[in-house]
């Protein structure tokens, strides 16, 4: 084993379009450490630094061709591995239609990802890994709360490469707040933003008695206070809250969390977790005669969701989907009216988008369409268009540059992207969609709201 090198870190592969795979090195190792996140990262940047000096600093990849390498740490095992893997999908979609057509403005997009299984401290390894091994452009497209907001400490100490994040798949505050607003730029709308959407449907619906049912960190957190603010403009608080531990499985039972919230008698649910701990805590709810809208959030995946629920109903001869709310940061892809989603229909139909062997640690059978893998395909096409505002003269300080004077960037889905400084998020619309006759439909409100 080489010294400095993690027999526990995630795989790193590099994906090009064009199906080459190389296989890199190994991350260095940030074991968990119980004297707290600052041991952490201070040992992970000393180990990272002793394998830099003993290997040579590399040479970017885009210094040799003209290629730029994004890194993409996201889960692409466990509970939340569909988010991973959809956004994945979406991105190398549009990297592939855009390579196809002559790159942006000659450069060939190229997605180097690693595994991070949607923990906090994979997900800081991989970040040293990214910019002080690989040198890559810039980090792209990381998936969750708890993952992103690890990492935030290194972009500012990588502050004077001018390393950024790039639309990661997360609605957090933190994100969008100094001090580490400057860092990252977010395409879709925050979770204040869904959870605003959200109540302001619900109470429409003459709904006022909210429970909130939230992952027991600091993506449950945030949602939780989204609610908790939004129900307050109205006078309102949250009747009842229960909470379950990150990484909770299907099979999980959660009749007693359903029991602590049916005890406060709400006449609406939201969650905010993941596919499966949802879409279990929707299962037990309805077995346990819970009638009341439930609704979660886009980082819930409705379309994996979706999925456990009708194996669900074959099971149990039930129906799950009745009564569902899901809270999207991207309109239907479905909709003809849109251009994007034509595109995004076209391109994915068309595509050979490729699954990450490498970083397969469990079966994963994918969406041939879905909202994750739709809002991957338009962060794709916005990252594609800022590098061919870089022309020929590609950095990091210009592509900075070009994202914050990105105004008004018509994208074809009925919204325009608007960065700035102090402006670190290009979206703010959130859609409301429920699953009926098979699919998933948009609605402008509940029943017994006004439309």
Known sequence: MNAGVCPHAA????????????????TPCARP?????????????????????ALGWAAPAQAASRELVFGMSAAFSGPARGLGMEYYRGLMASFEH????????????????????????????????????????????????????????????????????????????LLRERPYDAFVFNLRASYFDETRGLM???????????????????????????????????????????????????????????????????DAIITVGTAPACAAFIRDARDAGVSAPIATLSFADADNLIKFLLAQAKVTERDYTTGLVFSQVVPSFDDPALPAARLYRQVM??????????????????????????????????????????????????????LQGMKGLDIGIGEKVSFGPGHNQGLRQTYLVVYRG??????KALPGGQP
């Open 11 to 26: 795989r790193s592969t590099m994906f090009h379009p064009s199906s080459t795979v190389k296989a890199l090195a190994g």
């Open 98 to 173: 855009t390579n196809a057509h002559g790159g942006a403005r000659g450069w060939r997009l190229v997605l180097s990802v690693r595994d991070d299984g949607y923990a906090p401290l994979p997900a800081l390894s991989n970040t040293i890994g990214f910019v002080e091994q690989e040198r890559v452009f810039a980090l792209l497209g990381y998936v969750g709360t708890p993952t992103t907001a690890r990492v935030l400490p290194l972009l500012k100490h990588y502050e004077s490469e001018r390393m950024i994040l790039l639309f990661p798949f997360t609605g957090a505050d």
């Open 200 to 266: 302001e449907a619900l109470y429409a619906a003459g709904k006022r008695r909210i429970a909130v049912f939230h992952q027991g960190d600091v993506y449950g957190r945030n949602g939780w206070d989204g609610v908790r603010r939004a129900l307050s403009a109205h006078g309102l608080s949250i009747v009842a809250d229960a909470t379950y531990r990150r990484g909770a499985a299907y099979t999980q039972d959660f009749r007693r969390e359903v029991g602590l919230l049916q005890a406060a008698r709400p």
């Open 33 to 53: 450490a119980r004297r707290g996140p600052g041991l952490v990262l201070r040992l992970a940047l000393c180990l990272s630094q002793c394998l830099v000096l």
């Open 349 to 402: 139909d068309q595509a050979r988008v490729a699954l990450p062997a490498q970083l397969m640690h469990e079966e994963y059978i994918p969406n041939s369409r879905s909202f994750v893998s739709f809002e991957g395909f338009l962060a794709g096409q916005v990252l594609a268009e800022a590098v061919r505002r870089m022309a020929d003269a590609p950095t990091r300080a210009r592509l900075i540059e070009m």
């Open 438 to 443: 098979g699919g998933f439909q948009n609605v």
